[in-house]
């Protein structure tokens, strides 16, 4: 299924517009993995730990939101919004939240 960023396809026509689909996806993020990810982000490093997980979560969220366009007949989602948020669980830790969104649609000859 092709998901793109922009509200068009170049020399493809829009057949029909099926409606709003989405995923979501909220991944925990561990204790002593925040301390050491908070310990590299002041010296200046990368958190790979971090970066894996948002990943993750980001991959999870647009195969929800594919199955979702799938199920209504699409073969595309356009206008893809990609959002990420860091949810922070008192002093334990937090969470990694991403939630995509974008129109699913038939495009020609689909």
């Known amino acids: 299924m092709l998901i793109v960023t922009t509200t068009a396809v170049d020399g493809t026509r829009v057949n029909r517009y099926l409606g709003l689909v989405s995923g979501e ?3 925990g993020a561990n204790i002593f993995r925040d301390f050491l990810a908070g310990v590299r982000d002041i010296v200046g490093g990368r958190s790979a730990a971090y970066e894996r997980e948002l990943q993750k979560a ?3 969220a647009l195969q929800e939101m594919e199955q979702e366009a799938e199920a209504m007949g ?3 989602i356009l206008g893809v919004d990609i959002d990420y948020e860091s949810i ?3 002093t334990g830790g937090g969470m990694l939240m991403v939630s ?3 129109t ?3 495009l020609e000859g689909g």
Do not use: L, P, R, W
């Open 58 to 60: 980001k991959s999870i």
């Open 104 to 106: 699913a649609v038939v």
């Open 74 to 76: 699409a073969n595309a």
């Open 88 to 90: 922070q669980m008192g």
């Open 25 to 27: 996806a909220i991944m």
């Open 100 to 102: 995509v969104s974008g």
